[in-house]
Nanobody, 122 residues
């Protein structure tokens, strides 16, 4: 059974940085597509960034230039480096994996983590 476990959330002041990690277990190969999502209180879940097996990345406009998605050397860990954090970045952040090859986007994710909370104070 594939499991995803996020870590690295916390509380920081605006302008600060956090690095989220997502450990993937139970799957021999690197997932075809992995992504970070977030959900703020009272809002719908939204895609933040994704990365495919070739390392190609895509970002939501609201994080471009501030967040960086990457994979660990063994490709069983996903990261999200978040810089220049803003209060509006406050949300629960989730990682997700799509095991099926094809277009890497925010749809069709097969497995999800339980999330890690990020709180940004002004």
């Amino acid at each position: 059974q594939v499991q995803l476990v996020e870590s690295g959330g916390g509380s920081v002041q605006a302008g600060g940085s956090l690095r989220l990690s997502c450990a993937v277990s139970g799957y021999t190969y690197s997932p075809a597509c992995m992504a970070w999502f977030r959900q703020a209180p009272g809002k719908e879940r939204e895609g933040v960034a994704n990365i495919d097996t070739d390392g190609r990345t895509s970002y939501a406009d609201f994080v471009k230039g501030r967040f960086t998605i990457s994979k660990g050397y063994a490709e069983n860990t996903l990261y999200l480096q978040m810089n220049s954090l803003k209060p509006e970045d406050t949300a629960k952040y989730y990682c997700a994996a799509d095991l099926h090859y094809g277009l890497c986007d925010y749809h069709g994710m097969d497995y999800w983590g339980k999330g890690t909370l990020v709180t940004i104070s002004s």
